[in-house]
């Protein structure tokens, strides 16, 4: 209760100043995968145009939420969401709803780099492709190249865009996927901590690119790594069994956290 | 490592859980039992090996006689005192190439002898030379060298097949004859003969007859330009032989002939356990020796459909049949099978209905085939009245019995396919069915064609449903098409080693290996497929 109050002064604030507007709202949410429950009456805002982190411990729930978001839970059978998120004010889990307009709208990088045993080109291509993005080959051309300057790696793979989007390494298949995500022109972009996979180096390329991407895109990350939410996230939230712990600016969380289990956390003393 | 384990006590460590000596023989005794169980599995594989090594070896040996065929080539009169140009259907070949035959042997006149010799080329002939006269009218009108199949025994013998030859010996002494032909006396110069005679079985009578009955060796003495066929002897006054003896083919004179110009020939198997007399041996022995049977790529064997005479039967007519089974098999089991597989895999909720159809699929696969034939006849030939013995209806019991099998390999290989890449498309707003098309399927494929291609050679193995929905009938003309009567390979098999002639011996055993070299071909097919279409993420 007491997090909603907050967000609902933030809101009043934003209408006012130039603080950020709401992009994606979750009320209530709540998971289960068949008798067992996941996630328990989150209320959670995801503010346009910033990029929030979901940390918390193994099994805590934040990639159950980050899933509600594209209602990507909706491929597991058992699963079963309950409460409301909005995108824009619109109802996600609306039956009026389509889920392929709605996951073009809100794209998804994903833990392991998962590009299709496709060439370069193709992986990016696909997605404008299926939604009709693009009238021409030249258009789509030039989405690819756009999409893929966006994701950094365009100087790196311009000579070999026919070459097998597999054959890059861990850091550049992240990067490609970012792309493709990047390619259907989505209004939010959900990374489900997509830098476990990588070196320290890909890792730091991966999180200037999501610096650089805040400017056009609202982003939703869920990772391990405190360093790194503190690096990227302008707001963070912090899951606990399922719970909604707090959640709040990230320059606060990390400094003076208003609960105990989240400065526990943030130290080191548990997860 | 012993080595190693007794350096540590060397080096003076001290004793542990995992050093004393307890350990070591438990650490010997799990050696003990890796060593075991590589023996044993080396020595399984090398049974199966040696198995597969011998059944192989037998089939191949067996059939490698069948894949030739001797012929008998003969200066046929088609001259058009036989043969009117105008009525080519009304000539009796048969009787025109029989002709040329038993012109061969002038000597032989008796009606039986000469009904064995006609015998001795394939009941077939006429029917070749007819066809061969109407491709090429240019034969006409003379006297051609015409080549024609053998009969089965006589192809047999000459194959070594039929009879066991004994080399031929020489006669150690001179040989008198008393006529050129019919029952004649033979004397001996010395008396080496009759031991011989003991030696191949011949029966012992009064005042030292011996004779040779049917169930003895065939003794036949080549002199003269001639061959007689012991069936007597006895000893004779000086130290000589006297023998009677049958003239299989005349000789040229009553001269004797000394020691160097005769020699015996040993037929070991008796005549009476053969199924070819001394006659027709001694006459092919002659067409042979004066150059005129040649031994020919067997094309009669891979090119004709079936028939009751072993030299002309053919596997053509069982291999189309096969074809065209196996095309309906696929055109049915395939898109079914792999529509069924998508939608229980990607598709269909998981639920109790779901669950059954599944443990369903899966019993079918193991279903007895001949169920699937019992299938077939009742619902397909019964109710629905559709043709017997046609290969569309061998298809679709076929392609009953393989569903289950595509359905379960496509099945496997939709869940090998990882669920990132599921993810990956259903992430940026693909659609379920634009997923599984785009992208799973084109993964799954492989599997998929692999199973299919197991399964299909599974159904092509198959004689036992096909029997009940008449696929067993006798047909001898090839199938044009998917409703014409027709057998398959295996089934042709299977009739052909119910056969009793000795012909059908060798065809059934290269029926067989044709059949296994289509199985093999599939397999590799799926084997290179699966290699260079697998991918790697």
Redesign the interface.
Known sequence: MNIMTEAGVEQKLSSGTTAPSIKMKGEKVSVHYGEKRALFDVDLDVRENQVTALIGPSGCGKSTFLRCL?R?ND?I?TARVSGKITLDGEDVYDPKIDV?????RV????Q?P????KSIYENVA??PR??GLARSKAELDGIVESSLKKAGLFNEVKDRLLESG?GLSGGQQQRL?IA??I??SPEVILMDEPCSALDPIATARVEELIDELRQNYTIVIVTHSMQQAARVSQRTAMFHLGYLVEEGATDKMFTNPDDKRTQDYITGRFG | MTDAISSFGAVGRPVSIHTDDAAKARLKGRYRTETWFKWLGAGAVALAGLFLVLLLSTIVTQAIPALRQNYLTLPIDLSAAKVDPAKLDAVNYDAIAQEALTARFPDITSRQDKRLLRGLISTGTGVFLRKDIAADPGMLGGTVDYAVPLDDFADLYLKGLLADVGSDEAISTSVTPSKTSGDIDLTFGDDAMLALARGHGATEGENGMLTLTSGASSLLVVFNGGTVKLTALSPGPNGTAVAKGTVIEALDSTAPAASDQAFLRVIDTPEASRKISDKEIVWLDTLKSAGQIESRFNSIFFFTGASREPELAGVWGAVVGSFLTMIVTLAIAFPIGVSAAIYLEEFAPKNRLTTIIEVNINNLAAVPSIVFGLLGLAVFLNFFGMPRSAPVVGGMVLALMTLPIIIIASRASLRAVPPSIREAALGIGASKVQTVFHHVLPLAMPGIMTGTILGMAHALGETAPLLMIGMVAFIVDIPAGFTDPATILPVQIFMWADFPEAGFQQKTSAAILILLVFLVIMNAIAVILRRRFERRW
């Open positions: 594209n990507m491929t059978d392929v307009e709605l996951r073009a794209g998804m990088v994903f392991k998962n590009p299709f045993p696909y997605g299926i939604h597999t996927c493709r995500a390619a259907v």
